[in-house]
């Protein structure tokens, strides 16, 4: 661990939705109010530099943590701080400051850019947001940002439909780039891409993290990508991390049984013909969880205490930078061999 | 073993106003008996297309405008709506992207499972309803009995996917056509998808025709692989020559642009530029604007499929080059 602050750090951060019946409904029919947790106590440090990737199925929290982190939902419970400032203060008088220094790519690039504005305006948006740039100062710096992502200055007369899917994603680089941001919050951005175009996109925000010095959180259900991409990866489950470990650490030695699964579940280019060991069971309702460890019903090691208690993220013993929540790995369960 | 599918010289056309779009362009390949072959390639390469146009299913304007596809050595496609009518379903299953778009949401899956075996097997409404409970146990639906009333909303994802698998191999086709049948899944349950569907094609000895974009998915499921670049196949070849040893500069530049858990690399392999539009075909080989091995030739004319050691690939660099 480096000594300096981390530039992101989420202390405890929930997100709860509302998604009981009418008022008047409930009222008759006495129901409760029903709360869907979809993130539920989530803690993570992010360093300057460093990409940090949240894995797991749809559904388990992973898109609306990001949201959270830039400030698109308010916080339930927690904290979130960038740089030591709460993001609670986005929407105060010093919010324009920090939001300048957090930016977000989406995962559809068709409906992310605005179809009736040319890209020239689509990138100096946020330059007129946030800076005091003279209208010939905006269109250099849009010219620098289209060179920068690999794209043609004469590119930004163009319409967002003029371009392929792979462009349309540069161009929200771009624009996320334009006010020199920080940190960059990516939600699935090359999920609706082509591998070949995604390869391409994957180059330029790796070569622009190493130009710029930015610091990414990278959402991705694909592990594949992740494992390229990532410097730390946290798992999510129903709303929960399980397990959050350096890439190289967590892909040669998972230790929550989940993570193992998720491992293993991988299309594996290398072995023609061999059989995965297929996850078994499904994503449980987030509206009713499971008792105890959410997982446990999925669990080949699940005992009674994990239908009561639910695990809290302790480090092992064997590494300080590897945390995890899970009963068998905390009190040392036989290690049970997995097929993989 | 004798070839199920036969597909020689397939050209599907889109007439437009400016001009006519050739959305597939002389494709050709076959599939045998007990045989999985995979069908890859980027968006709008054609992949679906191929599908559609077996399964008689194009949209129009699309139209065959020549090739022939055969099934079992007869010929299906200039068949009259009504004789298409019955071999789909009852000689060529059909398994799509979306498991809740190809369910009707007003009936239970159980009578969608039924409905497609009394029409093309001699089953009274009775006896098919217990095969249909019988395929949902097969497709590993817990409790098959009770879930076979219930709606598809009902069902989750993954098990949903599984009801439409049931209903693909409910009149035991030869075929089956699966365009993303794992796309819209999540890694766990994919995982648990091609393992079912694997063990339902060897168990029937049906051919498979799998599309995905997902080299991952047909690494571990394809026998041969038909790699499909701008509505042409770049290369057919075995699953493990397509992967590991790739001839096609196109299908090497696809292999290396896709990021693996046991390789670290700092930069993958990307293929610069994008796949032509359909109105604009560069002349010659397709791929040429982006390859990075092109000669004269490739500009000027186009490649035909070539022997390239033990694979196929339409590339002028395997030209007279005897294997």
Redesign the interface.
């Known amino acids: 661990m480096t000594q300096t602050t981390p530039l992101v750090q989420v202390k405890d951060a929930a997100r709860w939705f509302d998604v009981s019946a009418p008022w008047l409904e409930r009222v008759l029919s006495g129901k409760p109010r029903t709360m869907l947790k979809a993130v539920d106590g989530v803690s993570f440090t992010i360093n300057r530099g460093e990409t940090l990737a949240l894995v797991g199925?749809?559904g388990c929290g992973k898109s609306t943590m990001a949201r959270l982190l830039v400030g698109l939902y308010p916080l339930t419970r927690g904290e979130v701080l960038i740089d030591g400032r709460s993001i609670a203060e986005l929407h105060g008088p010093q919010g324009k400051d920090l939001r300048r220094r957090l930016q977000m790519i989406f995962q559809d690039p068709y409906a992310s850019l605005n179809p009736r504005w040319r890209v020239g305006r689509i990138i100096a948006e946020p330059l007129k947001a946030h800076t005091n740039m003279t209208p010939k100062e905006q269109e250099q710096r849009v010219d620098e940002l289209l060179l920068q992502v690999g794209l043609d200055p004469a590119d930004k007369q163009r319409y967002p439909h003029q371009f392929?899917?792979?462009?349309r994603q540069r161009i929200s680089i771009a624009r996320a780039l334009a006010v020199r941001p920080e940190f960059l919050v990516c939600d699935e951005p090359t999920s609706a891409l082509?591998?070949?175009?995604?390869?391409?996109v994957?180059?330029i925000m790796?070569d622009l993290q190493r130009q710029l010095g930015l610091t990414y959180l990278f959402i991705s259900?694909n592990?594949?990508?992740v494992?390229?991409v990532a410097d730390r990866v946290g798992v999510m489950y129903l709303g929960r991390i399980v397990e959050i470990a350096p890439r190289d650490e967590l892909?040669a030695h998972p230790r929550h049984p989940y993570t193992r699964?998720?491992?293993s579940?991988?299309?594996?280019?290398?072995?023609?013909?061999?059989?995965?060991?297929?996850?078994a069971g499904?994503?449980p309702n987030p509206l009713q969880p499971p008792s105890g460890c959410t997982f446990h019903p999925r669990c080949p090691l699940a005992r009674d205490i994990c239908k009561q208690q639910s695990p809290k993220l302790i480090r092992p013993a064997d590494n300080e930078e590897v945390e995890v929540a899970c009963h068998a790995v905390e009190q040392q369960w036989e290690p049970v061999s997995f097929v993989s | 073993m004798s070839n199920v599918l036969e597909i020689k010289r397939l050209c599907v056309e889109f007439p437009t106003r400016r001009g006519t779009l050739r959305a597939l362009d002389e494709v050709s390949f076959d599939i045998k008996a007990g045989e999985i072959v995979g069908v890859v390639g980027e968006s709008g390469a054609g992949k679906s297309m191929t599908g559609a146009a077996i399964i008689g299913l194009l949209e129009p304007p699309g139209r065959i405008a020549s090739g022939e596809i055969l099934l079992d050595g007869r010929r299906i496609d200039n068949l009259p709506d009504a004789q298409m009518r019955k071999i789909r379903g009852r000689e060529i299953g059909a398994i799509f992207q979306d498991p809740l778009t190809s369910l009707n949401p007003l009936y239970t899956v159980g009578h969608q499972i039924a409905e497609t075996i009394t029409t093309h097997l001699p089953y009274s409404y009775a006896q098919a309803r217990e095969r249909a409970i019988e395929l949902l146990e097969a497709t590993g639906i817990p409790a098959a009995r009770q879930r076979i009333d219930h709606y598809p909303h009902q069902f989750s994802g993954g098990m949903r996917q599984r009801v439409v698998i049931a209903l693909a191999l409910a009149a035991e086709p030869k075929l089956i056509v699966a365009d993303e049948p794992t796309t819209a899944l999540d890694v766990s349950i994919q995982a648990q998808i091609i393992e079912l569907l694997k063990k339902l094609c060897r168990e029937h000895s049906a051919a498979v025709m799998l599309i995905t974009h997902d080299m991952g998915v047909i690494a571990e499921t394809a026998d041969r692989v038909v790699v499909m670049y701008a509505g042409r196949v770049a290369e057919i070849g075995a699953v493990n020559d397509v992967i590991h040893n790739p001839k096609h500069p196109y299908t090497v530049g696809l292999m290396g642009s896709i990021p693996s858990i046991h390789r670290h690399t700092e930069r993958l392999v990307q293929i610069d530029g994008s796949m032509p539009r359909l109105n604009a075909i560069p002349k010659g080989c397709a791929f040429n604007p982006r390859c990075q091995r092109r000669f004269d030739r490739c500009l000027q004319d186009r490649p035909e499929l070539m022997p390239a050691e033990s694979s196929q690939a339409a590339c002028w660099l395997y030209e007279g080059v005897t294997t």
């Open positions: 199925e749809s392929s899917g792979g462009q082509d591998v070949s175009v995604q390869a391409q994957l180059n790796k259900h592990l594949a990508v494992h390229h892909f699964m998720l491992i579940a991988i299309p594996d280019m290398e072995g023609h013909g061999k059989s995965r060991t297929p996850v499904e994503v």
